[in-house]
């Protein structure tokens, strides 16, 4: 019996073009007084990272399988392959590492290998919706002789921001450590560049805060004013915006606001309905606010976006988008009055009338969510960073 342990050293959660590392610990678990027939041999363990990719048959016409990745003897138990036994397609995968040959393990010993890699920019965001599915994973692979081969598999959460892979790595005397007496290598240096680079981009995108105004009316007239101060967010940062009813000529009752994604088929994937065909579109709603404003002159909400949420993003088969939905009740009376009058000649029990016609409408205001750190992502939605199995 051999103990195989992956553990990635920073946590599950990477930046597109980072360097994963992991430590893959290979232990015979007996103790060491047994006899050395008991010792423990494999014959060789290799490791790669994939992206599966899954759709919803009933909401996608899922694409053929690319045919320039072919599967070489699928049936065989003794090639590396992955992906084996999963749903849905192999969209990116990395080239395989050999991490050793020919290894044996006496009672009680145990030898550690490392295993690093750049995910790769061109792939999507890990994403876990109703219509598609995203999802990467660090496959290890391991065989004894004349046995088939144990996969060990590891989830990993990728966040991706556009523009990164267009960016250049800049050349050494730009990145040079600020010691002469310290050496980085060249992988440590990039990756450490990429992250502050990503850091500084995410920064700027979402810390320029302007108050943006929308004047929000129905058919008989205007209901208030509605102020933001940004459109882009980051993962983990609040949606704070203010309302303004106080300049209305319609009575709102009654209104509500939800944080949501949109995810939406592209069209040449859509699955048909009928004749003229629908949509695929599904809504999910990550926080919400709802609030009795009749007599308020000025409001305000705070909504959370989740550091587990994924960030908008786009490919060939669906997009996701995010956006603020309000909902408004207003009044058909023109003037409304629901309060008793402040003077009266002599005590009177007063109550509010027990219907009041309304009118329902909504009205959605798109924004822009990018990805965070993937250290704060890491400690704030921890997942597993270490997976173990047995030969």
């Known amino acids: 019996m051999i103990e195989v342990v992956a553990e990635l050293s920073r946590g599950p959660v990477f930046l597109a073009g980072e360097a994963l590392e992991c430590v893959v610990t290979v232990t015979n678990p007996l103790p060491p007084t047994a006899t050395s027939a008991s010792s423990e041999a494999l014959a060789w363990a290799s490791a790669q990272i994939h992206c599966q990719f899954h759709a919803s048959e009933s909401r996608v016409a899922v694409p053929p399988p690319d045919s320039s990745q072919p599967d070489a003897q699928p049936e065989s138990q003794t090639v590396f392959l992955p992906h084996r036994g999963e749903r849905g397609q192999c969209i990116l995968s ?73 960016v250049r790595f800049p050349q050494d005397e730009a990145v040079a450590p600020s010691s002469p007496f310290l050496e980085e290598d060249e992988g440590g240096k990039k990756d450490s560049w990429l992250t502050e680079l990503a850091g500084e981009r995410l920064m700027a995108a979402t810390s320029c805060r302007s108050l943006h105004l929308y004047n929000i009316s129905d058919g008989r007239g205007k209901v208030g004013t509605f102020g933001i101060f940004k459109s882009v967010y980051r993962l983990g940062e609040d949606v704070v915006g203010t309302l303004n009813l106080g300049e209305g000529t319609v009575a709102c009752l009654q209104f509500s606001v939800s944080l949501q994604t949109e995810e939406r088929v592209q069209p040449d994937y859509q699955r048909r309905r009928g004749a003229g065909g629908a949509p695929s579109v599904s809504h999910v709603t990550h926080a919400r606010h709802q609030e009795s404003c009749l007599h308020t002159t000025r409001t305000s909400f705070s909504l959370p976006i989740p550091l587990s949420s994924t960030p908008g993003f786009c490919t060939a088969i669906v997009s996701l988008k995010w956006r603020l939905h309000f909902e408004f009740v207003t009044s058909r009376e023109p003037g409304l009055v629901l309060l008793p009058p402040m003077e009266q000649p002599e005590p009177a029990t007063w109550t509010g009338p027990e219907q009041v016609p309304v009118d329902t409408f909504s009205w959605d205001l798109p924004i822009k969510v990018l990805p965070t750190s993937p250290t704060l992502a890491s400690y704030a939605a921890p997942g597993p960073s270490t997976s173990t199995i047995t030969i």
């Not at 550690?112 to 919706?129: H, K, N, T």
């Open 94 to 166: 990395t080239p395989p590492k050999i991490l050793f040959c020919d290894l044996r393990l006496d009672p009680g010993e145990s030898k550690s290998y490392s295993y690093s890699e750049v995910l790769p920019v061109e792939g999507p965001p890990s994403f876990r919706g109703q219509s598609v599915k995203y999802v990467y994973k660090l496959t290890i692979g391991c065989q004894r002789v004349n046995s088939p081969i144990t996969l060990l598999r590891v989830p990993l959460r990728v966040l991706v921001l556009t523009g990164l892979q267009d």
